[in-house]
């Protein structure tokens, strides 16, 4: 009996980077000439790196050109990410940029608007009239020229009474009227 899902011929898990996936910390599994590669592209590219030297050392040219090749592809797949990511940030801090300068035009226009704007107007104290006052003249001969009023006369001191004491002490409280007599 058959599954009833359908198998795929093609291998379904190709390593390649879903759109809008990080690329750069994602988890690759390289299958390369000496078995699996894990890591991330950076790491897989060390490895093949690594892998390449390796090869040149024991004089396998044919090994060293694979493991450069499949370090290559890992190259090229983490550059590209980065101009993706270099791409998105440079959209993103433009429109930043333009953000900024249409709240800074909206300020500017609104410090305008109120700069334009007539405040209201206080209310005009009244003018006295010019025969209200009498300018003293000190040509008049008459010296006097200040005006008594009441803050120029001395104060009258006024003295307070004394506080009645408790009647649990055992001082006489002063009679009113004699207080009163004493002003």
């Known amino acids: 009996m058959r599954s009833s899902k359908s198998r795929s011929r093609s291998k379904p898990n190709r390593n390649r980077p879903p759109s809008g996936g990080n690329v750069i910390n994602r988890v690759f599994d390289s299958s390369g000439p000496e078995g699996k590669v894990r890591g991330t592209p950076q790491q897989i590219i060390?490895?093949?790196n690594q892998l390449a030297r390796d090869a040149q050392l024991?004089?396998?040219r044919v090994a060293t050109e694979n493991f450069q090749q499949h370090a290559e592809?890992?190259?090229r797949l983490l550059s590209e990410a980065q101009?993706?990511?270099?791409?998105?940030?440079?959209?993103q801090e433009r429109f930043n940029r333009e953000r900024q300068a249409e709240r800074d035009r909206e300020r500017a226009e609104r410090q305008e608007r109120e700069s334009n704007t007539p405040e209201p107007e206080a209310?005009?104290?009244?003018?006295?009239?010019?025969?209200?006052?009498?300018?003293?003249?000190?040509?008049d001969g008459?010296?006097?020229?200040?005006?008594?009023?009441?803050e120029s006369q001395p104060r009258k001191s006024t003295r307070?009474?004394?506080?009645?004491?408790?009647s649990g002490d055992a001082a006489p409280a002063e009679d009113d009227s004699a207080?009163?007599?004493a002003e």
């Not at 307070?160 to 408790?166: A, F």
């Open 142 to 150: 008459d010296g006097d020229t200040l005006v008594e009023t009441p």
């Open 83 to 91: 101009r993706e990511i270099d791409a998105r940030r440079e959209e």
């Open 179 to 181: 207080t009163a007599a």
């Open 58 to 60: 024991s004089n396998d």
């Open 123 to 139: 209310p005009a104290a009244m003018d006295p009239a010019p025969d209200a006052f009498e300018v003293a003249d000190p040509s």
């Open 160 to 166: 307070r009474k004394p506080r009645r004491k408790s």
């Open 46 to 48: 060390e490895k093949y």
């Open 73 to 75: 592809h890992y190259t």
